[in-house]
């Protein structure tokens, strides 16, 4: 080996720390790389992405290929290094070497080539593929005994390494996607997406029409006054019933009635046999379940009855709807009209809001896992109900209610404290 030019020596050093370089930068790539965004590109016929894809169904034996080349590569480049430290500065240079070969090696073949492939892996892993996909058939002898000896110790310690990775995405890991995608996603179809995911979440009883602003026919008034309240509702489909809610008989479409109108004396009779029969759903019901639910039955709207089969509701597939895509309402001027801004930064809202519509409307965060509307709040958390206006405060969100009427809080003003705000309260005098 003393005939071999120093410079030889050193040029094969030199490469040798390349390729192991490589290996360190192919491992990390490897392994750094997205496997859902893999499997896409893998679906566009990407070719770097298949054969990564191909490397990547059995991770042992891309481990064990890359750590044989690796390993082979560093034990050449410190004897190469051991020899050239010999020649320059005799025994004591093999001390030398070590440590410079250990910097050296730290430095231009792990560190760095990690750092890179770790910020860049499909620039890294898809060319690499190219090498590593031949090196494995060559290699596979030495490949499969290593990974044989090692599946062994691996079972011996409990672990079975053909045991295939779980890479499907919980409904919370999903939810973080969408809302750390940032520009990718436009703003309004991520709050879509989040909407939907949030489906099985929110039953029908926290999106209905409450049983008291319910708009429907009785029956047993006269024919002229049905007939006037039917054009006189904003609503396409008006439920019928017998002298209390209760007691539904039908649910009547506008449309249905158009030939009612164009007969000369139009009776009960006539307007019953062009009703439908109503369908009925458990408060309970989560609004994922219920959109199935509608499309299979094919009804447009609900009664949301609770476990004793009284009527509390009334919910339709607009609701549902609403609840992905945001407010159909045709007068998109009024945000909510249960909402009123005030000057002072204080909001005035009818005691019948829903909690959650709040909280959409003004990006807050009051509690909805109790009652379902602001009066609701505001009674458990006073555990009775106030006689005169109070105060009180839940969190951040100051509350002073406005007008109570029939044991019942019609307005509340509203306002959100800062966290500076809060600090300064909690201040010792």
Known sequence: MSEIPIGYLFA?????????????????????????????????????????????????????????????????ASAIATMIALRLMGDAGVAVATAALTLVILIFAEVTPKTVAALKPEQVAFPASLILRPLLAILYPFVWIVNTICNGLLRLLGFNANAQSNDHLST?????????????????NQSMLLSILDLESVTVEDVMIPRNEIVGIDINDDIDSIL????????????????????????????????????????????????????????????????????????????????????????????????IVGDMAEDQDADNEDIHPQEDGSYFVD??????????????????????????????????????????QLGPYLIETVQIKDNFIKTARIRRQAMRDLSEENQPM
């Open 12 to 76: 094969s050093l030199v490469f040798l720390i390349f390729l192991s370089a490589f290996f360190s930068s192919s491992e990390t790539g490897m392994m750094s790389l997205n496997r859902y965004r893999l499997r896409h590109l893998v679906k566009q016929k990407h070719r770097g992405a298949m054969r990564a894809a191909k490397l990547l169904q059995r991770p042992d034996r891309l481990i064990g290929v890359i750590l044989i080349g690796n390993n082979f590569v560093n034990i050449l």
């Open 172 to 188: 919370e890991e999903l939810r973080t996607i969408v809302n750390e995608a940032g520009a990718l996603i436009p703003r309004r």
């Open 228 to 323: 006037a309240t039917i054009s006189q509702s904003p609503h396409t489909r008006l439920p019928l019933y017998q002298d209390e809610l209760n007691d539904i008989v039908g649910v009547i479409h506008v449309r249905q009635i158009l030939p009612l109108l164009q007969m000369s004396n139009p009776s009960k009779e006539d307007l019953l046999n062009l009703s439908r029969e109503p369908y009925f759903i458990p408060e309970s019901t989560a609004l994922n379940t219920q959109l199935l639910n509608f499309q299979k039955a094919r009804h447009w709207m609900a009664l949301v009855v609770d476990e004793y089969g009284d009527i509390q509701g009334l919910t339709t597939l607009e609701d549902i709807l609403e609840e």
């Open 351 to 392: 005691g019948t809001a829903t909690i959650r519509d709040v909280n959409k409307a003004l990006n807050w965060d009051l509690p909805v896992d109790g009652p379902k509307t602001l009066n609701g709040l505001i009674t458990e958390s006073l555990e009775e109900i106030p006689q005169n206006n109070v105060c009180l």
